[in-house]
């Protein structure tokens, strides 16, 4: 049989397949490898899988089918086109598809699959995946925790023990898990969330707020029977929440969305991030709870944590590494990509199973943080170094993303827009990369408000904008190897200019020009002002389950380990049987710990101990 084994990632929303390909693990297929979770029978009788159902089912709902991951392990069947078909089935399409997609792309059949489940689901659910795979015409290697999934995809094998946090968040389902990696032997301490949370819900929010926003400006109400305009709604709306994840504001425009004694009427509407994030926030809220249940019910504190990975599309919504950053005072790790990760983890497993040295997924991410300077507070006091970061380190690459600031007093027409590389949210600790002068803006009383946009390539070039969101007009600079590191004496020539503005300023400070002068007066870095983000009050929700930490555990599973270990030191004085017996238990004891099974562990453990008696003794 071929060694070829690939991972899928069989999601509620979207699916993946990835596999060793071309030296490194890759998401497999056509586009961006992201196929819908979802299958259909066109009107005129075509099967449909992927985009092409998914496209038909807010008009043809009863002909197709989405979400079948909810149902894996129960005994509902599932109606399409007036046929029924078990959870198995529909499963077992996707997979197919997948499948496919993996023999299109790789030139040779695949028969063998490693297939993640999230870990709360019971052995029904994970017996239900198998059979599903089984009904797909492949061998399923291995069922492999979500959260686990994404700890390899980060390279959290290698080395010694790790204690990770997977904070996952698709479009249907939320969960946190916190995970301990050593060597091959993943545990999932505990898991919490909410199988009905995601952002299909702040979908939903967004487009209620548009529906409020159409019925201020026609009077009239986008109700259920206007189903195509409502399907119209939904997906600008989601394009808007996908648009405030990197920008401050998004504008929704649908021309004729509903046509009214004879009469289109428009939506034409501005979202501000801060209100749509005003709408989440409970959500968000009450997944902070669970986090705070996963740690107490792991027996751990946040600080103990290596490190949190965000996983799932809907982790791009700034408002939610914002305030798990708050929460446990980590940077939340996004590197790899939020909806691949969990795939691509899979697909380090499969590879390693399959022979392949893999040890974790190549991504390429900014390794600096990058920002202007603003005039704010520090330490009770204004100070006009106040930093952070637009783009922050780690995040993949290419990207793009605006922030909101504000000129710092009535008349001011011109800002001189510093750009810092660094962490430190005082910028004269950071580098100074370039800076640049806006002139001619509004000359307005109220505080006129300036959007830098920062665009970062793949190869280092930074593109820095400066816009008034009065009157678009713009100004922008190209900084050239943003993320060569840099050397002392750029580091010091950076320092001195920084000093000479700075002195600069305190000198102008000491007359007190700030309010009284003229524009030309005016020293040039005060002027940017970033209002602080404001704060909503929390809703708690109930999270949904619990599993305790249990320290006999913690040592049966210290003991899997070592032998693990052990094994594979004396891999090279087992022959043909031995070799293959220890490689199966050395399976049956990693997946007795990744599904928390202490009579299974115990008994493979004793298994191994006899044969390694027997070979280390020889
Ligand atoms: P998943 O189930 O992990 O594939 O996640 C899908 C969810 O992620 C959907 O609700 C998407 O609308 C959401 N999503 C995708 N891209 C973004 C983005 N840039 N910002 C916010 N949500 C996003």
């Not at 803006?441 to 109220?446: A, C, N």
């Not at 049966?556 to 490689?583: F, N, P, T, W, Y």
Request: aromatic share 6%; net charge negative; glycine share 8%.
């Amino acid at each position: 049989m071929s060694d070829l084994i690939v991972g899928i990632d069989l999601g509620t929303t979207n699916s993946e397949v990835a596999a060793f390909s071309g030296g490194r693990v890759r998401v497999l297929g056509p586009g961006n490898g992201i196929l819908p979770s979802c299958v259909g029978v066109s009107p005129s009788g075509e099967f449909l899988v992927g985009e092409a159902a998914l496209n038909q089912q807010r008009l043809f709902p009863d002909r197709t089918i989405r979400g079948i991951k909810r149902k894996m392990g129960t005994s509902d069947t599932v109606s399409m086109a007036g046929h029924d078909y078990t959870p198995q089935e529909v499963s077992a399409l996707i997979l197919k598809e997948l499948v496919n997609w993996a023999s299109a792309s790789l030139g040779e059949p695949v028969k063998r699959a490693v297939i993640t489940v999230p870990a709360y689901f019971s052995d029904a659910q994970r017996n239900a995946t198998r059979e599903a795979g089984n009904m797909a015409g492949i061998e399923v290697v291995r069922i492999l925790n979500e959260p686990t999934a994404a700890s390899l995809a980060y390279g959290f094998s290698e080395g010694t023990r790790h204690t990770v946090m997977v904070y996952d968040l698709g479009g249907g389902t939320f969960d946190v898990s916190i995970v301990t990696i050593e060597g091959d032997v993943t545990e999932v301490l505990s898991s919490h969330g909410n199988n009905r949370l995601g952002g299909d819900d702040f979908d939903d929010l967004l487009v209620m707020h548009l529906q409020q926003e159409f019925h201020r400006q026609h009077g009239v109400f986008v109700g259920e029977e206007h189903r195509a305009a409502r399907a119209r709604l939904w997906w600008a709306a989601e394009q808007a929440k996908k648009q405030l994840s990197a920008e401050p504001y998004a504008r929704v425009r649908e021309e004729a969305l509903i046509v009214e004694n004879g009469k289109p009427l428009h939506l034409d509407a501005e979202i501000s991030r801060d209100t749509y994030e005003s709408l989440i926030r409970p959500l968000v809220d009450s997944t902070l709870d669970s986090v705070s249940k996963a740690l107490d019910d792991a027996g751990r504190s946040s600080s103990s944590m290596d490190a949190i990975l965000l996983i799932g599309g809907s982790t791009r919504t700034p408002l939610v590494s914002r305030l798990l950053r708050e929460r446990t005072g980590l940077e939340p790790r996004q590197d790899v990509h939020p909806d691949l990760g969990v795939a691509l983890g899979a697909g380090v497993l499969a590879s390693r199973l399959a022979g392949q040295q893999v040890d974790r997924v190549l991504v390429d991410v900014s390794p600096f943080s990058f920002g202007p300077s603003y005039l704010g507070e520090r330490g009770g006091v204004s100070y006009p170094y106040c930093y952070h970061p637009v783009i922050r380190r780690n995040t993949p690459l290419p990207v793009t993303r605006t922030e909101s600031y504000y000129t710092s007093y009535p008349g001011q027409t011109t800002v001189e827009i510093q750009v810092f590389q660094g962490d430190n949210e005082d910028a004269l600790n950071n580098i100074l990369v370039g800076n640049f002068r806006v002139e001619g803006l509004k000359d307005t009383k109220e505080p006129n408000e300036v959007l830098c946009r920062m665009s970062l390539d793949i190869d280092g070039i930074l593109h820095v904008s400066a816009i008034e969101k009065a009157t678009g007009k713009s100004k922008q600079i190209t900084i050239g190897g943003a993320l060569q590191p840099k050397t002392e004496r750029e580091v010091e020539d950076s320092r001195r200019k920084i000093e000479d503005l700075f002195r600069r300023r305190e000198g102008a400070a000491a007359f007190g020009e700030w309010d009284e002068t003229g524009e030309d007066d005016l020293p040039a870095e005060y002027e940017l002002l970033n209002p602080p983000p404001e704060d909503v009050a929390a809703e708690p929700v109930e999270p949904a389950e619990a599993t305790p930490a249990d320290p006999a555990w913690a040592e049966l599973r210290h003991k899997a380990v070592d032998l693990i270990k052990r094994a594979r030191a004396a891999s090279g004085k087992m022959h043909g049987e031995d070799r293959e017996e220890a490689r199966e238990l050395q399976a049956a004891i990693e997946e007795a710990v990744s599904g928390h099974d202490s009579r299974s562990l115990n008994e493979k453990i004793r298994s191994l101990e006899e044969l390694l008696f027997f070979v280390e003794g020889s």
